[in-house]
């Protein structure tokens, strides 16, 4: 096996894929003023095995495109759409996130949860905001400073392994020079990212070496995996998730919102 064929056998049979909860995404949803909107056309772009595409489907008068490049994972949410009952709701699509295949100005909502760093924050917002239509919503998590400073040693890791790690006000500025109009924004609580994720993904590891029999490449993922983990055991209160919120917004929306400013309704 590949490393990429070692990270989908490690990842799974995992409940996410990154920090995440069911809560947090509703709280989102809240965020973005979705309730009562009907035939939604929602994208969740990186969606994994579906944990968020699978709450969206519930939540949402919408039919949900989930994308990733993964046939497996799709291939696990499919079978929980069924289980679940909402096969009719949500459609899979195996694409990459900068190329989903998606028509200009055709979507209402892209959902990206613990997903966009792999093409990069700032190509992602740009790529994806042509696909919304004007007004459409923006959604997504996103790896962030929580403080100002930080350990040497959190601050080394975590640039060499996403070097677009900032502050919230850093990643608010980008929506806004992107030509979003940020809506909503906050930080991921810890449970989403023990509970949610590590603790899940924590209980596979040994039993992942076994099975692939100590492989030097299997061994290298545990490390790092076990690094990762004790990280953010050890610094959570400099580091997090932010979940994002914003909203495409085009030259005569902002001279429009301008002027309600002056002249409420």
Excluded at 54 to 76: G, S
Aim: proline content about 5%.
């Amino acid at each position: 096996m590949d490393n990429l064929d070692l990270l989908v056998d490690l990842y799974v049979d995992t409940p996410r894929q990154g920090p995440g909860s069911d809560d947090a995404t509703r709280c989102a949803l809240a965020l973005a003023g979705l309730g009562g909107a009907r035939g939604l056309a929602v994208a969740d772009l990186g969606c994994g095995t579906g944990a968020s595409t699978l709450l969206l489907a519930r939540e949402l008068d919408a039919t949900i495109t989930a994308v990733d490049l993964l046939p497996a994972f799709l291939a696990r949410l499919d079978g929980a759409a069924v289980a679940a009952g909402l096969a009719d709701r949500i459609a899979t699509r195996c694409a990459s996130m900068d190329e989903p295949g998606f028509e200009d100005a055709s979507l209402d909502v892209i959902w990206s949860e613990g997903a966009v760093y792999n093409i990069g924050f700032e190509h992602g917002v740009r790529t994806w905001r042509r696909l919304l239509k004007p007004g459409g919503i923006l959604a997504v998590s996103e790896l962030t400073w929580l403080t100002a400073s930080r350990p040497a040693e959190l601050t080394g890791f975590w640039e060499s392994q996403y070097p677009e790690v900032a502050a919230a006000s850093a990643k608010i500025a980008v929506l806004e020079a992107a030509g979003y109009s940020p809506i909503g924004y906050f930080p991921l609580p810890e449970a989403c990212w023990l509970d949610g994720y590590y603790r899940p993904l924590a209980q596979r590891l040994d039993a992942f070496l076994v099975r692939h029999d100590h492989a030097p490449a299997a061994v290298a993922i545990v490390e790092e995996t076990r690094r990762e983990i004790d990280l953010y055991e050890r610094f959570s209160a400099y580091f997090g998730y932010g979940f994002y919120l914003a909203r495409r917004t085009d030259e005569h929306e902002l001279e429009r919102e301008s002027v309600d400013d002056v002249w409420p309704s």
